[in-house]
């Protein structure tokens, strides 16, 4: 269970969210969606940890989050970045091997389970191929696919994703959004995830946060949170819902 | 194919061997193995003379300041995350060579040289900490920029006092600036320092391998990035101080090392870090003999050859496919 109480964040001196209240429990699938600069990237920052709170308390499996040693937070807590990039020359399986770190001992050495890890997921995610390229030949999507491998390679049942889907196609899309689900249920904990395409939080999440642009907050299941009313309100932008067999869609007015 | 760590010590540490031998015979007096050996043995006789006052301490100085460049090379790049960074891009060695050319200007006298240039890049650093308002939060970027403005500051300082020289004085300034190793002493403080160095660096190595993904993907994956921060600077910045004290302005060294095992496949810290010590250590014991011997008895400093054999192969180096260029 992932709690926060009264939770105040602040970028510089600007503030981002009042005073949320939220609650996740292990086995659900949450999408935080928001406007550009709506706070999604520092809401899941201060989550895992990277950002600092201004106010308010964040729990997590029943211990305040900052009493959480790092390496054993990131043992059951893992956090995907937007645009992780390499600067040096490293190759991908490499940096694969890199989220193995929160299993490894103090001075451990990457074992062959280690190894044997990387290799069954870049075999899943489609990147086997591609595991002796240097990072930086790789084209965006690429990259990303490499990120979310990375996420399943640290074997972190609470996964905090920012923007998973950033350019990926729509095969890998559907393909790799269920694995990371499917990971995150089978180790007993929940996947929170920032998502920009409002049919993928219908389809593959149980909850929402909406960040809505006057600093307000809604939260709760996606049938009760997602409607064309509050989605017109996050963009500022007319939204109409048609319901089909597939269930409800949603479609920016023209 | 990446090369097998013990393999790549083995090679490494054989070329320092060779590199240090072809140092202890050749000069403007040319000694045999024979000759050596005997020399080592009996430091008394004409060879030990030359071998023990002159060629081993050079010798000595060479492969520390080599060790030391090539690490605190290794180092800004992780830190800074950005692969063109070298010891001298902070300042630190601007902020040395100032206070050295300094001392030479007011008269001071060579003897102290080391000291004041240590003394130097210590101030140096600290205006950098200063400036680039640290209390406030670690940007690389800033600390970048300002480590750069501070070292074209000192720079223009540098211009002025070769501008008010002397011929005679110009010419150890000079020499200092470009980098020189000729008037070297046993190395006792750099070498432990260097060991200090490089310890901590192989004990933060593991976390070192992590900052490679970034600061904010390291810090998820449970690295103290904050601490880890402060020691590559504490470490790259020391390591700079105390190359410049022994040898001046030497350049090419902390990018070329560091680079070149990259590209055969290095890129685990746990392996890059010590080695690339001793390629350091290698490639200025080469240079500096070379120096020796190249237009002997004129000796020229040994930066000249450093950049010399730097600016084509960092050519090559941009042009690799693990650099974003195109070529296998």
New interface residues.
Partial sequence: MLRLSNLRLERGAKPILQALTWQVAAGQVWGVLGANGAGKSSLL?AL?G?LPVAGGAIEWLGRPLQHW???????RL??L?QD????????LR??LL??R??HQGR??RESAADRAVVDAVMQRAHLSHLADK?T??LSGGERQRMALAGVLV?QAPWMILDEPTNHLDLHHQMTLLPQLIEASHSGGGALIMSLHDVNLAEQFCSHCLLLLADGQTLAGPVAEVLTAESISRIYRYPIEVITGPMGRVFVPQR | MPIKAPVLFLLLSLALLLAMAWALGAGSIALSWAEIWQGLWQPQSPQGLLIWQLRIPRLLAAACCGGLLALAGALMQLLLRNPLADPAILGVSAGASFVALSALGLGLGAAGLPLYSFAGALAAIALVLLLADVRRGWQAQRVLLTGVVVAAGFGAGISFWLTLSSDLRLHSMLFWLMGDLSDADVPVGPAVGLGFALLCACLLAGACNLMLRGELAAQALGVPVAAVRWWLFLLACGCTALAVSLGGNLGFIGLVAPHSLRLFGVWDQRILLPACCLLGAVLLVLADTAARLLLAPVQIPVGVLTAAFGVPLLLYLLRQQAYGGRDA
Avoid: K, T
């Fill in positions: 920052q895992v990277l040693h790092p390496r054993e937070r990131a043992g893992c956090f970045a992780q990039i390499a600067d040096l020359p490293i190759r490499d940096w890199l989220s770190y929160p001075w451990g240097w930086s030949q640290q």
